[in-house]
């Protein structure tokens, strides 16, 4: 890079396109492209919204702002660090969510349903939400945003996810009807039952791990992989889960490639798999009425 030649916004954009091609970057941690990593970390390192204006593009830049760019773009391209670490930021639902290296980046096709309010699926409005295996919290928080009345909980194993968390909740200003709760699975949860349990688990099966682009490498293994098939915690919820739902509540997961070990292991279960109109797949729904019908047959496929 040869600082003397960038001095616009547009210019570093520019610049990070066509590095981001040459080098053979992956995108797929908000983005899926090249123009839209290059746009969304030279304007968010600078703190400005990602729709700016065009002609703003062709501000020239401060010393001070040129080298920090650098050295992000430099990460970006040498360490594969996803741009959402690099800026401490992504969106999800429309909203804001503080992310680091502690959580995965926010990017579930699960966010369009949140965007319906899950219709047709939910049967009444839930007063109780759980967000399962919830990171960063975006799922949860951006579901007492869809339910102003919920209550919601964010539930994790990690105690360094639910830091993020919280410092989400506290950004959000929900603390009134939003809180964590920190437990392996479902253990360590309240004893009331939910309406709605919404889960993005780990559920990348080995062989996908072993092939993942560098860019994943940054994210915590714990909220990635999760066993031989992908499905070590998703059995046990799907055994669990009867007991955690209230009489018309629903259950919603996603497991995205791992979709097919599901199938196979359980050919019995109707799942319902939802279909997406921005792209995204394997989240499949279950009544709680399906969930109690099966509980027997999914304690029995435990490990």
């Known amino acids: ?11 570093h954009i520019r610049w990070a396109v066509s590095r981001f091609h040459a080098e053979e ?6 983005t899926d492209n090249a123009w839209d990593d290059a746009r969304q970390l030279v304007l968010g390192a600078l703190h400005l919204p990602f729709e700016i204006a065009d002609s703003y593009l062709d501000c020239r830049l401060e010393d001070d702002e040129r080298e920090h760019l650098q050295v992000l773009l430099r990460r970006r391209i040498e360490e594969r660090v996803p741009t959402a670490y690099l800026i401490g930021e992504a969106w ?41 295996c919830t990171g960063s919290g975006c ?23 639910l830091e ?29 039952r939910f309406d709605l349990i919404v889960s993005n688990p780990p559920y990348v099966d080995a ?24 499905l070590d915690l998703v059995r046990r919820m799907l055994a669990e889960a009867a007991d955690h739902l209230t009489e018309q509540g629903v259950l919603i997961v996603e497991v995205g490639n791992s979709q097919v070990h599901v199938e196979t292991l359980y ?25 109690r019908e099966h509980q027997a047959l999914f304690r029995s496929r435990l490990l």
């Open 164 to 192: 993020v968390a919280c410092q989400n909740i506290e950004r959000h200003g929900l603390e009134d009807r939003v809180y964590t709760v920190q437990g392996d699975g479902f253990d360590g949860l309240p004893k009331q």
């Open 1 to 11: 890079m040869n600082p003397s030649r960038l001095l616009t916004l547009r210019d």
């Open 139 to 161: 799922i949860g928080i951006a579901c007492a945003y869809a339910f102003p009345e919920a209550e919601v909980v964010l539930g994790d194993l990690s105690f360094d996810a």
């Open 267 to 291: 050919p019995e279960v109707d799942f319902t798999w939802l279909e997406f109109e921005e792209g995204g797949h394997g989240v499949f729904l279950l009544a709680a009425a399906q969930c």
């Open 207 to 230: 062989e996908d791990f072993a092939d993942m682009p560098a860019e994943y490498q940054h994210e915590p293994v714990l909220g990635l992989a999760c066993g031989e098939d992908g």
């Open 92 to 132: 999800f639902c429309g909203l804001p969510f503080l992310v680091d290296e502690r959580v995965l980046v926010p990017r579930s096709p699960i966010a369009e349903l949140i965007g319906a309010q899950f219709e047709p699926w939910l049967p009444k409005t839930p007063a109780r939400i759980l967000d399962l």
């Open 25 to 30: 970057l992956f995108f797929g941690h908000g």
